[in-house]
């Protein structure tokens, strides 16, 4: 489940968040680290359908021994990487031709993507 660490500095800074307590000590959330096998099965999975969601996130967290949330913020960031990745081999393609693509698109952009950005497990 949902792993966190206690007291972090002393001092709170910006508004309580649900990993946060309002109080003296900040709490942050512990990294969840996959095993192999529930890389190479999440990775699959996001090979045939990048947007895992329903009875199928369910399951799928189940059958990991994952919690749905781990499972969803996995498929968030993915999806983040491998928009990243399309838009680095298509500028690599255009850049053969010799088009200049705008220098708008970066990854600050992607990270706009209100649906993309959650990283908080509640």
């Not at 309002?22 to 969840?32: A, E, F, I, L, Q």
């Not at 928009?83 to 990270?111: C, N, W």
Request: charged residues 30%; aromatic residues 6%.
């Amino acid at each position: 489940g949902l792993e966190l660490s206690h007291c972090v500095g002393t001092n709170s800074l910006g508004p309580a968040g649900p990993w946060r307590s309002g109080g003296p000590c900040k709490m942050k959330r512990v990294r969840t680290v996959f095993k192999p096998e529930q890389l190479e099965r999440l990775e699959q999975e996001f090979l045939k359908q990048q947007y895992m969601v329903g009875t199928e996130r369910v399951d799928l967290a189940a059958t990991l021994h994952l919690t749905e949330t781990q499972v969803k913020v996995w498929f968030q960031n993915r999806r983040i990487k491998w928009r990243k990745q399309s838009m680095e081999q298509k500028a690599a393609r255009l850049s053969q031709f010799g088009v200049v693509q705008p220098a708008t698109a970066d990854s600050t952009d992607i990270k706009d993507h209100e649906e993309d950005t959650v990283d908080v497990e509640l």
